[in-house]
């Protein structure tokens, strides 16, 4: 190493997840977090488990609930939103990841709204344990070329690499790509 290379600290390259596993837990948070896996009871007595995320806006949660219900119709299956799952956590993303661990499925139905599912999307493709069980469901319009950000647009690139990418416009439709999901 020259003298001008500057040594990465290593607090930098300590990665989220050991950051996050280093975290001190207090008495309260760790009650909610047994909580919270006790309402996820249905996740362990089915063979399959839907995490369903995407937009809780007002119309797109519609959509989203419809999501939720189409997969809740297959025997032995259960899909739920992070919603579904009560607490007020001080980390979402250590909510996102401890329920990530355990399901089956990840599904993210993407909408061009600004509330979207943004940083779990990131999550998906940053990961490579999430990004083996992920499926995007992604809302097309017709009248827009990009309606998506660069960003997400290399993350749906990613998912259709991989035929995990199925996309919609009409309603109809999305309870079509859904049941196209395993």
């Known amino acids: 190493m020259t003298n001008e290379e500057i040594p990465v600290p290593e607090e930098i390259l300590t990665s989220a997840k050991d950051q996050l596993d280093e975290e001190e837990i207090s008495l309260a948070d760790n009650e909610e977090i047994l909580h919270a896996l006790s309402e996820l009871t249905p996740v362990y007595e089915n063979d399959r488990s839907y995490f369903v995320l995407g937009n809780y806006d007002r119309e797109p949660i519609r959509r989203l ?54 940083v779990e999307q990131g999550l998906l493709v940053g990961t490579t344990e999430y990004f083996a069980k992920s499926h995007v469901l992604k809302r097309d319009y017709e009248d827009e070329d990009h309606p998506f950000g660069w960003m997400q647009d290399g993350v749906f690139e990613l998912f259709g690499q991989e035929d995990r990418l199925y996309r919609w416009q009409t309603e109809e439709e999305l309870v079509d790509v859904t049941e196209d999901l395993p």
């Open 65 to 118: 609930n419809l999501v939720v219900d189409r997969l809740n119709r297959r025997q032995d299956a259960y899909a739920f939103r992070m919603v579904d799952i009560r607490g007020e956590w001080d980390n979402s993303i250590q909510k996102f990841c401890l329920i990530g661990d355990i399901v089956t499925y990840l599904v993210g139905v993407a909408e061009k709204e600004p509330s979207d599912f943004l």
